[in-house]
């Protein structure tokens, strides 16, 4: 028990002073954010292809079966896969 | 002759039952051990190399990390305050989404507000950060992502009348200094494990080392004179040192060796006309019958006192040149004209004896020595020669430079040295049998030895007549050239 004792004593000494109260929220980890990204995406004309499509959808269905962050995921890998894709098909 | 070794020449025995303090009885205490000096300076050494190791680690992977994420937050910052430039606020809001939308890693933070920081106009922090100095750029704060506190390095940009936060998650980084700080405690162990070993094989193979010089000193101060330091055979620094102590051991046991010689000779070979000077008188005492025989006896009484006088002078030279007293004294001088001095002060001998002293010396002979102690060896050589030489006989006195040497030699047709005598000619009141009728001190070819060896050079003796009887002598005396 000493070692990781030690380990986390000397990685609080070595890491620089952060605050001690709780800080701001990250708010892209809700399940409105996954809403809204869904949205975002189906606004692009390239979000019908694959692989943003199949992408997208897996994102919705994980953000709507609890898995949030992993659904937000998808959604982001979608969105960069539609932006990523050619205007023409 | 085996003399028994004077009382006086012995070491104390007072060193073994009372030592000094800090006389090296038993292993020194730790801290004033050579051993322990070494170990701990070894185990410093090695926690240095450790810690500037994994400083230099830390610097390559969790430093370029850190440097990395300034550096991408950076441009970042720049590119957004670009991007309000041309667009706006609103296209400054937009950019942040788009961001905010492709970040699979989901790492990026973002966060624009009013100058005031009343209204939130993008971005994925609810709120400012608290606490936050007004006046600084960069910090890290944490922040609530996924439900969990996680470290965040962020970077604050103030534009005209808003201000805005460019930053990332550092839970991934976090992660890895911590595994890294691990790395570095369970190393650090290790490192401390190997440099206390590593110090502890260190100090005992000192010790391993020392002890046979140790034991040998200790030894020698027991009383034990022939003791010897063994040699490893592995020719280190050690080896070394124990050849030069074992070297020097042997030059004081030759040192002493000469100086029981000297005492024995003083005191045999000088008790004899000692003894046979006060006999003398004693006898004229007894039994002079006028004055004129007394007076005779009492002039031959201080001839022999004066000729003991002059082997007494003759010893203190041998032992003053042997002892490299007068070293200092050297200077570079013309050896020709002192051994033509030398020639022309024995020519009258020589003629008054019926002999012929032929000389075949180069015109200039520079060297570095002693002057007087170098005619003195001359002189005794020539003094010799002609002793030994029969009336009609010749003597030859040479002299030539010989590459880096400079030679002198004196050739005789007296009856030589037989060549079993000549290891022993040089020793102090040495004399062969052949010269036993001859008056002399056994002095001359000592002192010769002894002048030679002061100049660091040697003495021969040989033929001067290979297979001719008699065969003659000749002694060269090879000096080094300046």
Not at chain 2, 207 to 215: C, D, E, S
Request: net charge neutral; glycine share 8%.
């Amino acid at each position: 028990m000493r070692q990781p004792l030690a380990a986390l004593l000397l990685t609080h000494l070595l890491a620089l002073p952060v605050a001690a109260e709780p800080g701001p929220r990250v708010t892209t980890d809700t399940v409105e954010y996954c809403g809204s990204l869904a949205a975002r995406l189906a606004s692009l004309p390239a979000a019908e292809r694959e692989p943003s499509r199949s992408l997208g959808a897996e994102g919705k269905r994980l953000c709507d079966t609890g898995h949030v962050r992993t659904g937000i995921a998808k959604l982001r890998r979608a969105m960069r896969a539609a932006q990523a894709a050619p205007a023409t098909p | 002759m085996n003399v028994q070794r004077p009382r006086s020449a012995m070491p104390r025995r007072g060193a073994e039952q009372a030592p000094l303090p800090g006389a090296p009885l038993g292993p020194p205490r730790l801290l004033k051990s050579a051993g322990f000096r070494f170990a701990v300076l070894f185990a410093a050494m090695f926690a240095c190399a450790a810690v500037a190791l994994v400083a230099v680690l830390w610097w390559a992977t969790a430093g370029a990390l850190d440097r990395q994420t300034d550096a991408a937050v950076r441009a970042d910052a720049v590119a957004l305050a670009e991007r309000w430039r041309e667009a706006g606020v609103t296209g400054l809001a937009e950019a942040i989404e788009e961001r905010l939308a492709v970040d699979v890693e989901s790492e990026s933070i973002y966060l624009l507000m009013d100058a005031e920081g009343n209204r939130r106009l993008a971005g994925n922090l609810d709120r400012w950060p608290p606490n936050m100095a007004p006046e600084e750029v960069w910090f890290r704060t944490r922040v609530l992502h996924d439900g969990l506190a996680a470290e965040a390095r962020l970077h604050r940009v103030d534009l005209p009348g808003l201000r805005l936060l460019v930053g990332r998650d550092e839970t991934e980084r976090s992660q890895l200094r911590r595994l890294l700080t691990e790395g570095v405690v369970w190393a650090s162990s290790a490192v401390a494990i190997f440099a206390m070993v590593g110090a502890w094989l260190i100090r005992a193979a000192l010790q391993a080392r020392m002890r046979p010089t140790f034991l040998t000193t200790a030894a020698i101060a027991g009383g034990d004179l022939s003791s010897r330091v063994a040699l490893s055979g592995r020719g280190d620094e050690f080896d070394r040192l124990a050849q030069t102590l074992n070297m020097m051991l042997d030059r004081i046991g030759t040192l002493m060796e000469g100086v029981r010689g000297v005492s024995d000779a003083i005191a045999h070979d000088l008790r004899t006309p000692i003894a046979r000077a006060r006999a003398k008188l004693e006898d004229a005492l007894a039994t002079a019958p006028d004055e004129e025989a007394l007076k005779a006896a009492v002039e031959q009484g201080i001839a022999d006192l004066d000729n003991i006088s002059r082997i007494f002078q003759a010893l203190l030279r041998i032992a003053e040149a042997e002892a490299g007293a007068r070293r200092a004294a050297f200077a570079p001088f013309d050896l020709a004209a002192v051994l033509a001095d030398a020639a022309e002060i024995y020519e009258a001998m020589a003629e008054a004896r019926g002999q012929r002293l032929t000389t075949e010396l180069p015109s200039s002979l520079e060297i570095m020595g002693d002057r007087d102690l170098l005619l003195q060896a001359v002189a005794n050589l020539l003094d010799n020669a002609i002793k030994f030489t029969p009336p009609d006989g010749a003597i030859a006195l040479s002299a030539r430079r010989l590459g880096l040497a400079v030679e002198v030699a004196v050739a005789d047709n007296g009856p030589g040295i037989a060549p079993e005598d000549r290891s022993h000619a040089g020793e102090r009141f040495f004399r062969a049998d052949k010269a036993r009728a001859t008056p002399g001190s056994g002095l001359g070819l000592s002192l010769v030895q002894a002048v030679a060896h002061l100049h660091a050079g040697e003495v021969r003796l040989e033929d001067a007549m290979p297979g001719q009887t008699p065969p003659g002598l000749r002694v060269v005396v090879r000096l080094p050239a300046p």
